[in-house]
C-alpha cells in the first residue's frame, strides 16, 4: 500500500556517455569539478527530473486529464491553512478524496493508481571527456529540500580539495555523511538519504 522512491544511474565508459532513470524526487546530480587554478567551475547538472506537481506542470497535466484533482489537502485542512497563512504542499487526490501524495511518480501506492505512475523517466547524455575529477551525487527529498544543487557541488568540491590523502572511496563516504549532517543541520526531517560515486575519467579514443 505504500511507495518509494527510486533513482539509478548507469556510466558507459565505453561510449563515455551517463543514463538516469528515474520515479519520484529523489535526485541525481553530476559534479564536475576542473582542477587548474583560476578556472569558473561549471554547474551541477541535474540528471532526474524530480516528479513533483511543484515544479511539473506536464505532470500535472497528466493526472488532471486522467480524472485526479490537486490541492493542498482535505477541506479542514485547507480551511485551516487559510486562517492561519500557512501554505500547504500540493497533493493528488482521486476524485472521491483519496489520497494526499505530493509526488506525481512512485513505486507502490496502489491507492493513487493510476493517477501516480509507476513508470521511471530516463535520460541519457554524453559524458564529458576532461582529466578533472566527477562524482554523482544521488540523495533523497530530505536533502534536496533544503540543499540546492550548487550548495551541494560547493560541498562536494570543498571536500574534495581538503580530502587529498584519502582514498577515492573515504573521500565519497565522508562527503555523503557531511551532506546528511548538513541536510540535518538546515532543519530536514524528512527521509535523508545519500550516495557519492566518483566517475572513472573517460577513456580518449
Known amino acids: 500500500h505504500g511507495g518509494s522512491t527510486a533513482v539509478v544511474v548507469a556510466v558507459d565508459l565505453v561510449n563515455n556517455r551517463i543514463t538516469c532513470s528515474n520515479v519520484g524526487d529523489s535526485r541525481a546530480v553530476l559534479v564536475e569539478t576542473i582542477k587548474e587554478q583560476n578556472k569558473d567551475q561549471p554547474p551541477p547538472v ?11 506542470p506536464d505532470e500535472v497535466a497528466r493526472i488532471l486529464d486522467m480524472g485526479g484533482q490537486i490541492r493542498g489537502g482535505t477541506l479542514a485542512q ?3 491553512a487559510r486562517v492561519s497563512g500557512m501554505k500547504l504542499c500540493p ?3 482521486h476524485q472521491n ?7 506525481t511518480r512512485a513505486l507502490g501506492d496502489d491507492y493513487l493508481k493510476p493517477l501516480v505512475s509507476p513508470l521511471p523517466e530516463t535520460t541519457t547524455r554524453p559524458l564529458q571527456r576532461r582529466e578533472d575529477e566527477s562524482c554523482l551525487v544521488l540523495a533523497s527529498d530530505g536533502v534536496w529540500d533544503v540543499m540546492p544543487n550548487q ?5 562536494v568540491r570543498h571536500v574534495q580539495s581538503s580530502a587529498t590523502t584519502m582514498a577515492p572511496g573515504e573521500v565519497a563516504k565522508w562527503t555523503a555523511l557531511l551532506i546528511v549532517q548538513e541536510a540535518q543541520q538546515r532543519g530536514s526531517r524528512d527521509n535523508i538519504t545519500c550516495m557519492v560515486v566518483k566517475v ?5 579514443s
Open 151 to 155: 550548495l551541494v557541488a560547493d560541498l
Open 97 to 103: 478524496g483519496i489520497g494526499g501524495l505530493n509526488m
Open 200 to 204: 572513472p575519467t573517460p577513456t580518449l
Open 46 to 56: 541535474a540528471l532526474s527530473d524530480d516528479h513533483s506537481p511543484n515544479t511539473r
Open 78 to 80: 485547507e480551511t485551516m
Open 91 to 93: 497533493r493528488i487526490y
